[in-house]
């Protein structure tokens, strides 16, 4: 179970660094009441990103002890405050590239 949280937060990690990095490109073209929120939403993200490889550390280290479930029980919630996250940056993203008129609207 180690080697597989270990390899499945390594794509966690390279998928937000991806995420980050693509947002961190758009920001210059955003108005500045964009970017401040934008990059409040990246700062939430980044802790709780650490907050969940704190968790992965105490579910791999308490894997065989009584507090196994409670551990992998804050690893889902950790997980889940992350993805949610997520979805507000790419959501606060899209908003501003609409605001700016950055986005492409697709013809119904």
Not at 85 to 94: H, Q, R
Request: glycine content about 2%; hydrophobic content about 40%; aromatic content about 2%.
């Amino acid at each position: 179970m180690s080697h597989f949280m270990s390899f499945s937060f390594q794509n966690v990690g390279l998928v937000l660094r991806k995420l980050i990095g693509s947002v961190d490109e758009i920001l210059p073209s955003l108005p500045q009441s964009s970017r401040t929120e934008i990059e409040g939403t990246q700062k939430l993200l980044s802790k709780d990103l650490a907050d969940l490889i704190s968790k992965m550390r105490l579910t791999q280290q308490n894997a065989v002890t009584s507090l196994s479930e409670e551990c992998k029980k804050q690893m889902l919630t950790a997980s889940h405050a992350l993805a949610v996250d997520a979805k507000n940056l790419l959501d606060s993203v899209d908003q501003a590239r609409v605001r700016a008129n950055l986005a492409k609207v697709e013809a119904e």
